[in-house]
């Protein structure tokens, strides 16, 4: 069986303006990266060909900050590349320099550790969630996302800017990953306690249940609910937090699983290919993905109701919250 929950036959999205800040600035990684190793260098010969610092070399890999002019620049000289491949490496650079969406206007309700995950759900091609206590985010009814967003906010602050920011942010979110001409293939696991748990009146339940069941319908979405009595890996399904797993397509981005706790999350990347032989073991966190993904696949394949029992059960509690 496939390590992956769907394995990928179609190309990622074509690069251009479409991109998006925190897409660019790991593709500008992977560039780099891809340069060094086809010299047969390692990041301590970048860094001191380039003059600057191991860890400088190691985050402008993996995307973890915003890279300077100066740096690509000196990489740029130091392997003497063409001018397509200068421009190309100039362009997702001049990219990386834009805001992302969320920092314009929802800089100061959204916090640090979603960052990475608001930056690329535009760019997959295929998103497995799963959730356990709440309506996903992509799915909720500005009703729902009300109820949820005032238990986090003091009494005071109900009516005021930061309540308004935290709706539109969610809008613009689903507007970001529903609205494009060809939005991905989106799979949504929840465990069924979610049709239960109330979230202010049962108006607003019924509202977010026939949501549910709208969004069922469409050719690219998957809803389908985790039955409480099924067990499964051990229960540890029970004892997770929310998690997706984002597919960019061959020859886009690498695939990799967000996993989330209280106020922080954790981001694991797929390893690429090669990797885990006999010279080149994987890391912790390559073997983390695959953890979480096999999780994944273990709660589709044992404890879910099939899609059509799923929109059953949305028939069912459309009809008792009516």
Same mark, same amino acid.
């Given at each position: 069986?496939?390590?992956?929950?769907?394995?990928?036959?179609?190309?990622?999205?074509?690069? @251009?303006?479409?991109?998006?800040?925190?897409? #660019?600035?790991?593709?500008?990684?992977?560039?780099?990266?891809?340069?060094?190793?086809?010299?047969?260098?390692?990041?301590?010969?970048?860094?001191?060909?380039?003059?600057?610092?191991?860890?400088?070399?190691?985050?402008?890999?993996?995307?973890?900050?915003?890279?300077?002019?100066?740096?690509?620049?000196?990489?740029? $000289?130091?392997?003497?590349?063409?001018?397509?491949?200068?421009? %190309?490496?100039?362009?997702?650079?001049?990219?990386?320099?834009?805001?992302?969406?969320?920092?314009?206007?929802?800089?100061?309700?959204?916090?640090?550790?979603?960052?990475?995950?608001?930056?690329? !759900?535009?760019? =997959?091609?295929?998103?497995?969630?799963?959730?356990?206590? &709440?309506?996903?985010?992509?799915?909720?009814?500005?009703?729902?996302?009300?109820?949820?967003?005032?238990?986090?906010?003091?009494?005071? !602050?109900?009516? @005021?800017? %930061?309540?308004?920011?935290?709706?539109?942010?969610?809008?613009?979110?689903? $507007?970001?990953?529903?609205?494009?001409?060809?939005?991905?293939?989106?799979?949504?696991?929840?465990?069924?306690?979610? &049709?239960?748990?109330? =979230?202010?009146?049962?108006?607003? *339940?019924?509202?977010?249940?026939?949501? &549910?069941?709208? *969004? #069922?319908?469409?050719?690219?979405?998957?809803? $389908?609910?985790?039955?409480?009595?099924?067990?499964?890996?051990?229960?540890?399904?029970?004892? #997770?937090?929310?998690?997706?797993?984002?597919?960019?397509?061959?020859? @886009?981005?690498?695939?990799?699983?967000?996993?989330?706790?209280?106020?922080?999350?954790?981001?694991?990347?797929?390893?690429?290919?090669?990797?885990?032989?006999?010279?080149?073991?994987?890391?912790?966190?390559?073997?983390?993905? !695959?953890?979480?993904?096999?999780?994944?696949? $273990?709660?589709? @394949? !044992?404890?879910? =109701?099939?899609?059509?029992?799923?929109?059953?059960?949305?028939?069912?509690?459309?009809?008792?919250?009516?």
């Amino acid at each position: 069986m496939s390590s992956d929950l769907n394995p990928i036959v179609r190309l990622a999205r074509p690069s @251009g303006p479409d991109w998006t800040t925190t897409a #660019a600035n790991i593709m500008l990684g992977r560039a780099v990266r891809d340069l060094r190793e086809g010299a047969g260098l390692k990041q301590k010969d970048l860094a001191h060909g380039i003059h600057v610092s191991i860890p400088t070399i190691h985050r402008l890999e993996t995307g973890e900050t915003t890279p300077v002019l100066r740096t690509v620049e000196e990489v740029i $000289r130091f392997f003497e590349v063409g001018p397509q491949k200068r421009d %190309e490496l100039l362009m997702l650079f001049a990219r990386t320099q834009e805001p992302e969406w969320y920092q314009q206007r929802f800089a100061d309700c959204t916090p640090a550790y979603l960052h990475r995950l608001l930056g690329l !759900e535009s760019m =997959a091609i295929h998103i497995t969630t799963y959730d356990v206590r &709440l309506v996903p985010g992509l799915l909720q009814t500005p009703g729902y996302t009300g109820q949820i967003v005032r238990t986090g906010l003091h009494l005071s !602050e109900w009516d @005021g800017p %930061e309540m308004e920011l935290r709706l539109a942010q969610r809008r613009e979110r689903q $507007r970001r990953v529903f609205d494009q001409a060809d939005p991905p293939r989106c799979v949504f696991l929840l465990d069924d306690s979610v &049709l239960g748990r109330m =979230a202010g009146t049962r108006t607003i *339940m019924l509202e977010q249940m026939i949501h &549910l069941r709208e *969004m #069922a319908d469409l050719p690219h979405i998957t809803i $389908r609910f985790i039955l409480s009595d099924r067990m499964i890996a051990g229960n540890a399904a029970a004892m #997770a937090g929310s998690m997706a797993q984002l597919q960019f397509g061959r020859g @886009g981005l690498p695939d990799f699983v967000y996993a989330e706790g209280y106020e922080k999350a954790d981001y694991f990347t797929k390893p690429p290919r090669g990797v885990g032989g006999p010279s080149k073991p994987t890391t912790p966190r390559q073997n983390d993905y !695959e953890r979480h993904l096999q999780l994944l696949l $273990r709660i589709q @394949g !044992e404890g879910c =109701a099939s899609p059509a029992e799923s929109r059953r059960m949305l028939d069912e509690k459309i009809r008792h919250y009516s």
